[in-house]
Antibody, heavy 123, light 111 residues
Framework: EVQLVESGGGLVQPGRSLRLSCAASGFSFDYYAMHWVRQAPGKGLEWVSVIDWNSGTIGYADSVKGRFTISRDNAKNSLYLQMNSLRPEDTAFYYC????????????????WGQGTLVTVSS | NFMLTQPHSVSESPGKTVTISCTRSSGSIASNYVQWYQQRPGSSPTTVIYEDNQRPSGVPDRFSGSIDSSSNSASLTISGLKTEDEADYYCQSYDSSNRGVFGGGTKLTVL
């Protein structure tokens, strides 16, 4: 069974940093690209970032480019999101999601999602 | 980049059929696969349709997906509606610069 467990969320002041983690199990983590997707409370889904199986291809939403960095450690079956220069509008539940394939050449297609971790940016 | 536009809400009675649309603002809807996700209150999203019209194992065949190039839109159709289908539904696609795009979501009420 695919399991994705996010951690690292919490309350942080504007301008500060936070690092999210996602622990994967139940599938061959290094065979799949991975995503981060966020959802502000009561709002819709917003795609944030993607990384392919060997970190060779990475993509970011314009809203986070230059501030957020996605990475992965296949030896630890873990996905990360380093978030710098946080803004109040970054407040959201952050979900990690597994892609349907190892690469994104044939599409950015999340299929399994974690339960999410809440990031609140406020002074 | 392009946008995906969905109706804010739809409602239908149990046993009936409902269709939710997802219109791409620019570029061809057929250029990139469209996915559909169901999100019940308090839960994370789950996939109901991927690659335009493929159903993951475990998703009932009451759920179907299609694309229409003439209207540049994708559709999710749910037949034989059940109260458990009440949820938010999101369409999703991506562009050639490795960026994902979600529609704004549609709240389905089964009454």
């Amino acid at each position: 069974e695919v399991q994705l467990v996010e951690s690292g969320g919490g309350l942080v002041q504007p301008g500060r940093s936070l690092r999210l983690s996602c622990a994967a199990s139940g599938f061959s983590f290094d065979y799949y690209a991975m995503h981060w997707v966020r959802q502000a409370p009561g709002k819709g889904l917003e795609w944030v970032s993607v990384i392919d199986w060997n970190s060779g291809t990475i993509g970011y939403a314009d809203s986070v480019k230059g501030r957020f960095t996605i990475s992965r450690d296949n030896a630890k079956n873990s996905l990360y999101l380093q978030m710098n220069s946080l803004r109040p509008e970054d407040t959201a539940f952050y979900y990690c999601a597994k892609n349907i394939r190892a690469t994104v050449v044939r599409g950015l297609i999340p299929d399994y999602w974690g339960q999410g971790t809440l990031v609140t940016v406020s002074s | 980049n392009f946008m995906l536009t969905q109706p804010h809400s739809v409602s239908e009675s149990p046993g009936k059929t409902v269709t939710i649309s997802c219109t791409r603002s620019s570029g061809s809807i057929a250029s990139n696969y469209v996915q559909w996700y169901q999100q019940r209150p308090g839960s994370s999203p789950t996939t109901v349709i991927y690659e335009d019209n493929q159903r993951p194992s475990g998703v009932p065949d009451r759920f179907s997906g299609s694309i229409d190039s003439s209207s540049n839109s994708a559709s999710l159709t749910i037949s034989g509606l059940k109260t458990e289908d009440e949820a938010d539904y999101y369409c999703q696609s991506y562009d050639s610069s490795n960026r994902g795009v979600f529609g704004g979501g549609t709240k389905l009420t089964v009454l």
